[in-house]
């Protein structure tokens, strides 16, 4: 089990928002604060030469003002990705993971827009105990409309404190071993989602939401075993 909070600090809004008097308020400030949490179950088949990972994650983002009236109080996301994991040879495997995913304010019936899925095919080299890099395709409606991208995984150590790891275009993270259950690392992320809302709550026809999140910083990992 893994979980994760993410804190942003107050920004400014770039355009004015209308307050529900309708004055406008030019100087609005907004933090957002993410937790997740995942769960993996492994099945392992073939003598361990075939493993399913069973992942169910959820996230909650959060959202704080100042100066404006709360426009949107949180979002959530709810997700299921079996992967499938065949070591093919001494050298090759392959990877192959679906994600389906709901992603909602909770604030009014569901809907097939809250829907989403993506799916990855990845088949990885291992050049030398050190360093394996895998080459593959994925396939995404995460932000609205499909979109078909190019995959590549990097998996790196020195042999010893130093290791960095790859899920190109989605993220980077170089890390350190400071201790025996302390990792100090360096991450690049990228994460978003798409949402659609309440008709009658925002007064438009089709209220929708497309978001990204780059993220770039330092970070720390405790394992508790």
Known sequence: MKIGYDFLP???VDEPIEMADGSLVDDAQVRLSKFRARFTYPVIFSEGRTILLNEVSYQRIGFHYRKTDSILDQLHRVSFAPTVLHQVSDRWSLLAVANPSLAS????????????FQIAVIASRRYSERLCIGYGAAYSTQFGSAIPLPVLSLDWSDGGSWSANALLPASMELWYKAGRRVDLGM????????????????????????????TLGLASRISLS
């Open 105 to 116: 304010d909770f604030e009014t019936d569901l809907s097939i827009d809250d829907l989403s």
């Open 10 to 12: 107050y920004q400014t």
């Open 187 to 214: 991450l690049l992320t990228g994460d978003g989602d798409n949402y659609y809302f309440d008709p009658q709550g925002y007064h438009v026809e089709r209220p929708e939401l497309r978001y990204t999140m780059l």
